[in-house]
């Protein structure tokens, strides 16, 4: 596609239940990012995968969080047990991996996550 | 570990004023730099990369500089219009190609 796509836009979800949020990179981009941004604050850096190489997961808030991505494509950010804390919108960035480091990061429309 | 901070927090100017927006930094290994604005209730946009070899990088009304030795970037916005009203963030990318934000400058531009 032309940009990073995102689904669903919106969500809403009762505590407790499990949400799937997905993230359609730039076609050819081998980075892929999430990203989380709570009410008026900054962003937070939750994941980072890398073509085939082991993701980094050192932002992950907690084992409920959780993220994988099929074929180098595609990714999931899944969270098991959402809890309140856990609204805030999920942005998702592709760019051209690793050896090309002076590459633009393309972010998505993100997914708008409220937990009741 | 990177940290990040934009100053100002929130700038409010009228219509037509040259304005600046500083980045810093603490670690200048960095690869680029990207500055993106964000409107509300809306993903990110980016407006410029500046390569770590680069001192400038220019689009339109736009002009960022960078000053990796210093851990110091600044994005000039010329002419502002209220369509540039947004919240502008910057981001090095450093070791690990990750990239790291500011809390972002939040920009008014009143008519």
């Known amino acids: 596609g032309a940009g990073v796509s995102q689904s669903p836009s919106n969500k809403v979800t009762e505590k407790g239940k499990d949400v799937e949020l997905r993230c359609d990179p730039i076609s050819g981009h081998t980075a892929l990012y999430w990203y989380r941004q709570s009410l008026g604050q900054g962003l937070e850096f939750l994941i980072y995968?890398?073509?085939?190489?082991?993701?980094?997961k050192s932002g992950l808030p907690s084992d409920r969080f959780s993220a994988e991505r099929t074929g180098g494509s595609v990714s999931t950010l899944t969270i098991q047990r959402t809890q309140q804390e856990d609204s805030a919108v999920y942005l998702c960035?592709?760019?051209?991996?690793?050896?090309?480091?002076?590459?633009?990061?393309?972010f998505g429309q993100g997914t708008r996550l409220t937990v009741v | 570990k990177q940290e990040v901070t934009q100053i100002p927090a929130a700038l409010s100017v009228p219509e037509g004023e040259n304005l600046v927006l500083n980045c810093s930094f603490t670690?200048?290994?960095?690869?680029?730099l990207q500055w993106f604005r964000q409107d509300p209730g809306k993903g990110l946009t980016s407006l410029l990369l500046i390569q770590s070899s680069q001192r400038e990088q220019t689009s339109g009304r736009l002009n960022a500089s960078l000053d990796k030795s210093s851990g110091r970037s600044t994005l000039y916005i010329a002419a502002s219009q209220p369509g540039d009203s947004a919240t502008y963030l910057c981001a090095p990318r450093g070791a690990g190609n990750m990239l790291t934000f500011g809390g972002g400058t939040r920009l008014m531009v009143k008519p």
């Open positions: 995968f890398q073509g085939n190489s082991a993701p980094d």
């Open positions: 670690d200048s290994a960095i690869y680029n």
């Open positions: 960035a592709s760019s051209l991996g690793v050896g090309l480091m002076n590459t633009e990061a393309f």
